[in-house]
């Protein structure tokens, strides 16, 4: 009866140490920073900036002191703006958070239920038995798990690349946004400069309109024209300081920045045109392959898969456990206690009477259909989206490169000869100055192009990886919305 016990003891150890996660899931998902090491990876050398997940308070503090070296008190560069968002931003700690908390929760899924053990006392006060009858021990073990435990596994890997895409995409997304609101807030200071030397050039018309009405030379409404000209720039140029002042803060904001750390300036202008762009003629084929948020569809597609062979294999069966125990009886034979120690195994199921699966399995066949189309849809968007892009990257291009190329020169060259026409006494101050505004005019059109190329090559980037939001071409800046200063920067 011993042995018996002993194997029977054997085959419950077996059914429960077999249940247990192997050691290297184990380590894949407990670790501190599980799979952010190939989300840092990925965003780095799509960015070009590292990636941090701050988990204490030494890291944060560190942290914050590199943030303090790249901003304080300086101008700071596009590619600075991207990192100190990544480094910065707490809604980026957030998505890294949600990474560790679908680890966790995998891991938790790769642990088997415990087994659960009960033991009963029976006969309780049973006289000449020593206070009891029998004792009862058993141990449950759902087997069901333990062979469902190889797929389940797959699942849960799938659905752990799943959340490391949606953290790599989050990132992306970060610094998109980062980028756009530098191109934003510097795009509002040049503009607001060009608005600042028409201002100028106003100001001269204005005065020198008010001595020629004390001369008689001009009329009163002459004289209007030009101060109504110089008080509307001064009402825009009121109205532009204001949204650079917002796009700055736009900027700050995403940027995670506060305290003395917002004591940061931008350019005051936006880099130069390239001389051209790239040509990137299967623009289709490279977002399909590159898109994250189209990979995290696919993976989408693949775990529901899983999860529907899964649902199949379990239609019937829903439940199994197995339950391993020994009962213990005494009784009294001729005045003497003996005791019987009896092995019991038994197998616990549901008996598919009334619930045959059918609809479980119908359910995960809709989900797979779900998935299957919107994986189809996200591919259309995605196509269509790549498109968009380039076509904003290159025709932007072009009309800032027109603007440079043709309307700036010509600008100048009727502003030289109105120049050496006034000094030849053949035209007035006042052709002179219109000529001047004009030019002022077309450099805040060009100016604005620009901000429309570098919007728009930025967007080609998310059209390509993922993380954007509209590309669209960048918005045409006019003296109502954007504003300027001086010196080195904002």
């Known amino acids: ?86 480094l910065n931003n707490k809604g980026l700690q957030a998505a890294y958070a949600e990474l ?63 959340a490391q895409q949606r953290a790599a995409l989050e990132t992306l997304r970060v610094a998109g946004e980062a980028r756009n609101a530098w191109i934003n807030a510097v795009a509002a200071f040049e503009a607001g400069g060009l608005i600042r030397q028409a201002q100028e050039t106003a100001n001269a018309s204005s ?51 506060w305290g003395t750390e917002v004591d940061y300036y931008v350019p005051n202008a936006l880099p130069a045109l390239p001389r051209s762009v790239s040509r990137r003629p299967n623009i289709e084929a490279e977002a399909l392959k590159n898109r994250i948020d189209l990979s995290i569809a696919r993976l989408e597609l693949e775990a529901v898969a899983k999860e529907q062979g899964l649902t199949e294999a379990t239609r019937f069966v829903t439940d199994l456990e197995i339950i391993v125990g020994v009962e213990s009886e005494r009784e009294l034979d001729a005045g003497d206690r003996v005791t019987e120690t009896t092995p019991q195994v038994e197998l616990e199921f549901a008996i598919p009477i009334f619930d045959s699966g059918k609809a479980r399995l119908r359910r ?46 010509l600008r100048r060259t009727i502003e030289e000869e109105a120049l050496l026409s006034y000094n030849g006494m053949i035209t007035n101050t006042f052709e002179l100055l219109a000529d001047t505004r004009a030019r002022l005019n077309s450099n805040i059109t060009e100016a604005s192009a620009r901000r429309g190329f570098w919007s728009a090559n930025a967007n080609l980037a998310a059209a390509v990886y993922g993380g954007g939001g509209s590309t669209s071409v960048g918005g045409t800046a006019t003296g109502s919305d954007v504003a300027g200063g001086s010196g080195a920067g904002h």
């Open 1 to 86: 009866m011993r042995m018996s016990i002993v194997k029977l003891t054997g085959v419950a150890s077996f059914a429960f140490l077999s249940a247990c996660a192997s050691p290297e899931l184990t380590a894949q998902y407990s670790s501190q920073r599980a799979g952010f090491a190939s989300v840092s990876e990925r965003t780095n050398a799509l960015t070009g900036q590292d990636a941090v997940w701050i988990q204490n308070a030494a890291e944060a503090k560190a942290n914050a002191a590199r943030v303090h070296n790249l901003v304080h008190q300086k101008t700071i560069s596009a590619d600075t703006a991207v990192q100190v968002a990544i």
């Open 100 to 162: 560790g908390l679908s680890a966790a929760d995998i891991w938790q899924q790769t642990l088997q239920p415990n087994p659960t053990v009960s033991i009963g006392v029976l006969g309780i006060g049973a006289d000449g038995l020593g206070g009891f009858r029998s004792v009862e021990a058993t141990i449950a073990n759902n087997l069901l798990s333990l062979f469902t435990r190889d797929s389940r596994a797959g699942i849960n890997e799938i659905r752990f690349r799943q």
């Open 207 to 257: 005065e020198l309109a008010a001595r020629l009405g004390e001369t008689g030379a001009l009329n009163i409404a002459g004289q209007a024209r030009e101060h109504v000209f110089y008080a509307e720039l001064t009402g825009q140029r009121a109205q532009a300081t204001l949204a650079a002042r917002l796009a700055k803060e736009a900027l700050t904001r995403q940027l995670g920045l």
């Open 364 to 409: 995960a066949e809709m989900i797979y259909m779900r998935a299957a189309n919107l994986l189809a849809q996200n591919a259309v968007n995605v196509r269509s989206e790549a498109r968009s892009a380039y076509l904003a990257y290159t025709s932007t291009h072009q009309i800032a490169q027109h603007y440079r190329d043709a309307v700036l020169p």
